[in-house]
């Protein structure tokens, strides 16, 4: 069985400095990764996702995540926020099967003037 | 773009009422997925289907039922509403390789 932990539940920020959410998981088998975003009144859309190949992933909006192996983490990371990336952001694991997709329990990210 | 419509953006409903949400998909999707929605928890998956007529249950599917009789739309039912099933259920559909799924924009439902 997959499990992901993000540590964080809320993560305040000022427009324009740079964020990092943190994504943990724990897997006896290989996975795939990603992260899906919430905004506010809204369903959760995928942002990026790591299958294979290079471990560095970027979205359309300037966020990237790193599948890391060795320390079984998936973060991710923008150098600079906007108002408009507030929103709460899943991280989510699927084993390469298939079959089963776990959620984490979201992290809030607020990005003030 | 895939597009999944959930009938009601906010339902409030009394303690006992049966209660019915519904999600239609536009993208012949084979899967579709119901969810909840709760603050600390995160997405807890409450039933899951892979074709008509076929489901499984997810995690936590103790006071709901679902029913899929079209391949575009999946029905989650609250058999008895209890004042715990307050919550955001979600509805999302994908293909079978689960790479990518698309939600709805979620109900908001209060039993009181």
């Known amino acids: 069985a997959q499990s992901v932990t993000q540590l964080d539940s809320q993560v305040p920020v000022f427009e324009e400095a740079p964020v990092e959410l943190r994504c943990n998981y724990s897997?006896?088998?290989?996975?795939?990764l990603f992260w899906y975003v919430q905004y506010p009144n809204q369903g959760l859309q995928l942002l990026l996702k790591y299958l294979s190949g290079s471990t560095l992933v970027e979205s359309i909006n300037g966020f990237e995540a790193e599948f890391n192996k060795s320390q079984t983490s998936f973060h991710l990371r923008k150098p600079s926020v906007h108002i408009s990336d507030t929103a709460e952001y899943f991280c989510?694991?699927?084993?390469?099967?298939?079959?089963?997709?776990?959620f984490g329990t979201g992290t809030r990210l607020l990005v003030s003037p | 773009d895939v597009k999944v419509t959930q009938s009601s953006r906010y339902l409030v409903k009394r303690t006992g009422e049966k209660v019915f949400l519904e999600c239609v998909q536009d993208m012949d999707h084979e899967n579709m997925f119901w969810y909840r929605q709760d603050p600390g928890l995160g997405l807890r998956l409450i039933y899951f289907s892979y074709d008509v007529k076929m489901k499984e249950k997810g995690d936590i599917p103790e006071g709901y039922s679902v029913s899929r009789e079209k391949k575009e739309r999946f029905s989650l039912i609250l058999e008895s509403a209890s004042t715990n099933q307050t919550s955001m259920y979600l509805c999302?559909?994908?293909?079978?390789?689960?790479?990518?799924?698309?939600f709805g924009s979620g109900t908001q439902l209060s039993v009181l």
């Open positions: 999302a559909s994908s293909e079978p390789n689960r790479e990518k799924l698309f």
């Open positions: 989510a694991v699927i084993n390469t099967g298939f079959q089963k997709l776990v």
């Open positions: 897997s006896s088998v290989s996975v795939y």
